[in-house]
């Protein structure tokens, strides 16, 4: 065995002995269990090289080594493997998706429930975007005086509902008129109408209704606007705490606020949109506060388009084979879950 592939050889042992019991690893270990073919002094030497390296760290004087970000990052770029997740698993969770046909919300919280319960780590899933959405139709109800009702229904089955006052009163008839305006507005977007349609369809508003419009046209603007603030559903939050990395409390406490803070794990989910599945490991997360953590996402989609993220956060000690395997899986599914129930083939 050449040195350098005896060298990684020793590190893909070390961390995956380290993954799965936390302690750390010396070189009668790698000798007992791992049948490299090589002694135990050769194996110490190899470790002092790869601590050189920056690969291992030395917790202690007296005790094994520990895998560095650094040797993580390496591992996951050169010897992570993606397997299929048993298939009884994907099952389940179609089933579990069965249960929330047009109910998004619902399934996207089961979503997050579902990762906790595959991973034993904490599952962070957020709603879409109605941004990265097409709207189908738009409603205006009158309720009394200048007080009426939007309504904003997207192809994929999502609808966002304000209710509005405007500066002047108005009557059933007239939001009839600018309902029709609206929606003609939209099928121009998604149909490629001529300019001049719309033209003559303003004319036929009157000036007050056509100041009204401007009133529904600010607030549909506001609505997408609010909507940049989506929601995020968590699960498995106190997990850390099953993790020895994690008896320091100090060290909980800090990853426990960050995760309770929706505009910072907002942006975890939304940094690396749109790139597929995306790892980030200790200190190459954005946020200090999360330096001892691994942060795994990934985006669904809807007809092809993200609309939103999906991920799991944990020691980065965690199983990265297994973990990124059940993103993957789950993400897949999610997708195909919402092709079939919201959005067909447009």
């Known amino acids: 065995m050449k040195s350098d592939d005896r060298k990684f050889a020793i ?16 070189s009668r270990t790698i000798e007992k269990n791992y049948n490299l073919g090589i002694s135990s002094a050769t194996i110490r030497n190899e470790m002092a090289d790869l601590e050189d390296m920056g690969l291992l760290v030395q917790p202690h004087a007296s005790s094994g080594r520990i895998p560095s970000d650094k040797a993580y990052r390496m591992y996951v770029n050169n010897f992570m493997k993606i397997s299929d997740v048993e298939s009884y698993v994907i099952e389940n969770v179609r089933t579990l998706y069965d249960k929330y046909v047009g109910q998004l919300n619902k399934a996207i919280e089961a979503t997050a429930e579902i990762l906790t319960k595959l991973t034993n780590l904490t599952a962070l899933v957020m709603t879409p975007h109605i941004t990265q959405m097409d709207i189908k139709d738009i409603r205006l109800i009158h309720i009394e005086g200048e007080r009426a009702l939007l309504v904003i229904i997207t192809k994929q089955g999502i609808v966002k509902n304000a ?8 009557d059933k008839k007239q939001l009839e008129k600018i309902t029709v305006f609206l929606n003609m507005c939209v099928d121009g977007i998604n149909n490629d109408f001529e300019a001049e349609n719309f033209s003559i369809a303003m004319e036929a508003l009157n000036s007050q209704e056509q100041r009204i419009l401007a009133e529904v046209v600010a607030a549909i603007k506001n609505i997408y606007q609010q909507d940049a603030d989506t929601k995020v559903y968590a699960s498995g939050l106190t997990e850390i705490f099953k993790y020895p990395e994690f008896k320091d409390m100090e060290k909980a406490r800090k990853v426990l606020e960050t995760l309770h803070k929706q505009d910072m794990i907002s942006y975890l989910l939304t940094e690396a949109m749109d790139s597929g599945i995306n790892i980030k490991i200790g200190n190459e997360n954005t946020f200090e506060e999360l330096n001892d953590c691994s ?9 092809g388009r993200p609309i939103g993220s999906i991920g799991i956060v944990g020691p980065t000690r965690m199983d990265y084979d297994y973990c990124v395997s059940v993103i993957k ?10 092709s079939d129930t919201l959005g067909g083939k447009d």
């Open 295 to 303: 942060v795994v996402t990934a985006t669904y989609k809807l007809n």
């Open 163 to 170: 209710e509005i006052r405007l500066n002047s009163k108005t």
């Open 11 to 26: 590190l893909y042992s070390i961390i995956r002995d380290y993954i799965r019991t936390a302690e750390p690893v010396g």
């Open 329 to 338: 899986a789950m993400t897949k599914t999610l997708d195909k879950h919402l």
